[in-house]
């Protein structure tokens, strides 16, 4: 079923919106680093705004615990949200208490407020239904209706992003029609042929997109700290590296999957291996399967994959129609380990047919390197929910808006 959009809720001038945003930037001593994820935002606000709607906005940040904390505050958000729009955005200091109910009541049409970080009440991500059913209607009382903007949150099941969509009439905003409709060509009919990267850290979070996609690609390209996985598959000794012993079973078992329906797996034939896990450490290159040999010996870390690997990365994406792309390829936070990245990020760039960059750390990756945005056919603002929109998974703040 196609999912509700926008016009489905009618004339909203003069009715008041409230809105799931993902406003869940990386901030630094309160500065924000990446604010992509709020940029994403402003097409269905500013949308709604100009219907001369009464829009109040609501968003987690960062992981509290149930409770009130400065650091998690979305007060920066509220006041770089407001410079983009060009227009004051009122901020509630707390949630559905007394602040939210008086900025609520002040809102005049065309204008917009943000609550405080939805995570600081604990019913937010309850796994009561109930204790999240009471936070959902106290954020729908006097709203009339919802919109589910938040694409980073579809694959929760949370009081704002579940809950509050049944509580109220209910639709998505632009932004989550739109990854919906990028993605969709991802699953239905990619044009050929057709790559994964997968990096990142943890293999056991991407076995189950690994699984849905290996019958589904042409080339499966792995990279980032789950690659030595594949190595210890493989025989190879992997020193100190990043190793999900547990899994490696699982792994080769792709592994022959991948040869017998004939995808490409593409693994690193050469790492950037290092004394230790830091900026400034000694590193040298060495042949996948002679990690231990590196001169670092049993301490040595894998970082970043080789340039060979690079090249044979980037050469098979560039020559593919459809990219999706999750997961770095290295610890591209420390400058000398980014190399493999960047060389993933340029072939994206380059690909001539639909790039698209899953979400989290491969976007503030792309745009911590210096890429433009304009550069890739999509980056997505949701990278666990565009993982498990790939792997085929139930979303239930997608099916709460009839997809
Ligand atoms: P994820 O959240 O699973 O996408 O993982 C992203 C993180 O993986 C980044 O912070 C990278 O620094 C990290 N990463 C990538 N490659 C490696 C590696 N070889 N060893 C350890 N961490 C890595």
Redesign the pocket.
């Given at each position: 079923m196609a999912i509700r959009t926008l016009e489905t809720l009618g004339d909203l001038a003069g009715r008041t919106v409230l809105i799931r945003c993902d406003f869940n930037v990386p901030l630094e001593d309160g500065r924000i680093t990446d604010e992509g994820r709020i940029v994403a935002s402003l097409p269905t606000l500013r949308a709604l705004l100009e219907q001369g709607a009464k829009v109040v906005a609501m968003s987690h940040l960062g992981r509290p615990k149930g409770a009130p904390e400065e650091r998690y505050s979305l007060a920066p958000v509220a006041a770089r949200l407001g410079e983009l729009l060009g227009q004051e955005v009122a901020f509630a200091t707390d949630t559905v208490g007394e602040d939210a109910q008086r900025v609520r009541i002040a809102l005049q049409d065309g204008q917009l407020a943000l609550l405080e970080n939805l995570r600081f009440d604990p019913r937010e991500t309850s796994k009561d239904a109930g204790e999240r059913a009471e936070l959902a209607a106290e954020l729908a009382a006097g709203a009339d209706v919802f919109v589910s903007d938040g694409f980073g949150v579809v694959h929760r099941e949370q009081a704002s992003v579940f809950e509050v969509a049944q509580a109220l009439p209910s639709a998505a905003g632009l932004l989550v029609a739109k990854e919906l409709e990028v993605l969709s060509r991802l699953t239905e009919s990619p044009e050929r042929p057709y790559a994964v990267v997968l990096?990142?850290?943890?293999v056991s979070?991407k076995l189950g997109v690994i699984e849905h996609l290996l019958p589904r690609v042409d080339r499966l390209v792995i990279g980032?700290?789950m690659l030595f996985t594949f190595l210890k598959a493989l025989g190879h000794d992997v020193a100190s590296?990043?190793l999900e012993e547990d899994q490696v079973e699982r792994v080769l078992g792709y592994m022959k999957q991948a040869e017998e329906l004939g995808v490409q797996l593409l693994l690193p034939t050469d790492v950037v291996v290092a004394e230790s896990f830091s900026a400034d450490a000694a590193h040298e290159t060495v042949a996948a399967d002679a990690i231990g040999g590196s001169r670092f010996g049993a301490k040595g870390?894998?970082?970043?994959i080789g340039p060979d690997s690079a090249a044979a990365f980037a050469e098979a994406i560039r020559t593919s129609r459809t990219v999706f792309w999750n997961?770095?390829?290295?610890?591209?936070?420390m400058p000398a380990f980014a190399h493999g990245t960047k060389a993933v990020a340029q072939a994206l760039t380059e690909v001539d047919g639909l790039a698209v960059v899953g979400g989290?750390?491969s976007a503030a990756a792309v745009r911590g390197l210096g890429f433009d945005d304009a550069a890739f056919g999509h980056i997505s603002t949701g990278?666990g929910a565009s993982l498990e929109f790939l792997e085929g998974a139930r979303l239930p703040g997608l099916e709460v808006l009839g997809w």
């Open positions: 990096g990142g850290s943890k979070d980032g700290g590296s990043l870390i894998g970082l970043d997961g770095p390829m290295g610890v591209f936070e989290g750390d990278g």
